[in-house]
């Protein structure tokens, strides 16, 4: 006989996947206008498109603060404390709100640390396989990388024309994930949130 997991698991990965999706492309979207990148790129426009449905009504109860996009940054948590909400009632658990709260800021700050790795990465691999080829989405890549790349260039400039800030980037990008995240995600344990919801 099947367990209830036939089931559950099914539903998990979906709200897993489009809730993340989702909140990706919240998050690219704060982010690209953090580095002030190109609005009319056609990617920045899908990005824009896709998520002023939920972000526009929430502008006019959360006006940005200075040059802080509050509503996005509010939009973003509310999806991922929704997301990790409906997959503990799936599995049938109770949850705190201050855990759920944590949970939810460390998975963005782990996502966010994400995109700036796996950005730098591609980055990198592009520029091995077509150097020199404009693309929209490399060139929000470029927007998205330089501001991390910048003073690690200035830290270890160029060896005999190579180019060391991308090794750099990645060794410290690693090394915040592995400083900051575990005391989070442990705080969260200790207020009483499985951090299996974030699997």
Do not use: H
Not at 10 to 37: D, H, K, Q, S
Not at 53 to 66: A, D, E, H, N
Not at 67 to 88: C, V
């Amino acid at each position: 006989m099947m367990g209830s997991s036939y089931v559950t698991n099914p539903i998990e990965f979906l709200i897993n996947t489009l809730f993340g999706l989702y909140i990706l492309l919240v998050m690219l979207r704060f982010l690209l206008a953090v580095v002030r990148a190109d609005f009319y790129n056609p990617v920045s426009q899908f990005i824009v498109k896709a998520t002023n449905p939920p972000l526009k009504p929430l502008r006019r109860i959360l006006p940005s603060v200075g040059k802080l996009d509050t509503s996005t940054l509010f939009l973003m948590l509310a999806l991922q404390m929704l997301s990790f909400t409906l997959i503990a009632l799936l599995r049938g658990g109770s949850f705190s709100i201050g855990a759920l709260l944590i949970l939810s800021v460390a998975e963005l700050f782990s996502l966010f640390l994400n995109v700036l790795l796996f950005s730098i990465l591609i980055q990198v691999i592009i520029s091995w396989i077509n150097p020199g080829t404009y693309n929209p989405a490399v060139s929000l890549l470029y927007s998205l990388t330089e501001p991390v790349l910048r003073p690690c260039r200035r830290l270890i400039p160029p060896i005999s024309g190579m180019d060391l800030s991308p090794l750099v980037a990645l060794i410290a990008i690693q090394l915040i994930k592995l400083l900051l995240l575990p005391p989070l995600y442990a705080l969260d344990q200790y207020y009483g949130v499985l951090v299996s919801l974030a699997a």
